[in-house]
């Protein structure tokens, strides 16, 4: 690592998200409107997190896990940019290749290539820099002649392919990944687990949130656990997952090797 560049790349400090839920189910805009203006609608606050607090140093890989709901995924929106925090502050030092749902950044309605470009603007990129890599990004997703079939018909598998394929076709500065290999082939799956691999021999710092332990054993050298919004544990992925699990894993149910 080169002496003039920051040691920490992304600084998380006191960071707290809160939806406004509404309580009452309105079935349509129309009969929304009319709530609004009567002033019937009431709203109960969510807190997705709870003054979460961390610092990633450059070149470090962490896993991020705890049960669904527990703030993971609007954790990484808030580094990624997407959403912006109720309070607290959000430092990202390096430029973001965020993979975060299936389908983000993509419109149904154009074909894939069409959304290579359209993803890549939306990640930064110039439209030369699309235009170099849009060969390897095809070829990397395996997608073929469906590379100019509209987004609309593909299935949840091809369209993580694409978006993994767009989002890693330059190093990135941050990668974050959440659930990136859930609806993927295993032949797939095994393509981008060397791609990262590759990325973490290069020094990219990443944030990936998994439920498969074996992914964050293998490629991460760090973990935190959410629970309900806060940040309950920050260390070794394997001290880490042995406690969540013990915790979180039902009587009677199989043990995760970790």
Not at 7 to 34: D, G, H, M, W
Request: proline content about 4%; charged content about 20%; aromatic content about 8%.
């Amino acid at each position: 690592m080169s002496p003039s560049l920051p040691t920490t790349a992304l600084s998380v400090a006191n960071v707290s998200l809160c939806y406004r839920l509404a309580k009452q189910r309105v079935p349509s805009f129309k009969e929304y409107a009319i709530h609004w203006l009567k002033g019937a609608l009431t709203y109960q606050s969510f807190w997705a997190l709870r003054d979460v607090s961390f610092s990633v140093r450059r070149g470090e890989a962490v896993g991020i896990v705890g049960l669904n709901g527990a703030g993971k995924s609007s954790l990484l929106k808030i580094i990624a940019g997407v959403l912006d925090p109720t309070s607290g502050d959000v430092e990202v030092g390096e430029r973001v290749s965020p993979i975060l749902e299936l389908g983000t950044g993509f419109d149904p309605e154009l074909t894939g290539r069409e959304n290579i470009y359209l993803n890549g603007l939306l990640l930064g990129r110039s439209r030369r820099e699309i235009r170099e890599r849009e060969r390897a990004i095809v070829d990397f997703s395996e997608l073929g002649d469906f590379i100019d079939s509209p987004i609309r018909s593909y299935s949840s598998g091809m369209v993580g392919r694409l978006g993994f394929s767009i989002a890693t076709a330059w190093p990135p500065g941050i990668l974050i990944l959440d659930e990136v290999f859930a609806a993927g082939d295993a032949a797939f799956t095994r393509k981008c687990e060397q791609r990262i691999a590759a990325f973490r021999a290069a020094g990219v710092t990443m944030l990936m949130v998994s439920h498969a332990a074996d992914q964050i054993l293998a490629s991460c050298g760090r973990c935190l656990w959410l629970d309900h919004g806060r940040l309950v544990s920050d260390g070794a992925p394997a001290e880490v997952l042995a406690a969540y699990h013990a915790r979180t894993l039902l009587p009677g149910s199989a043990a995760v090797t970790v």
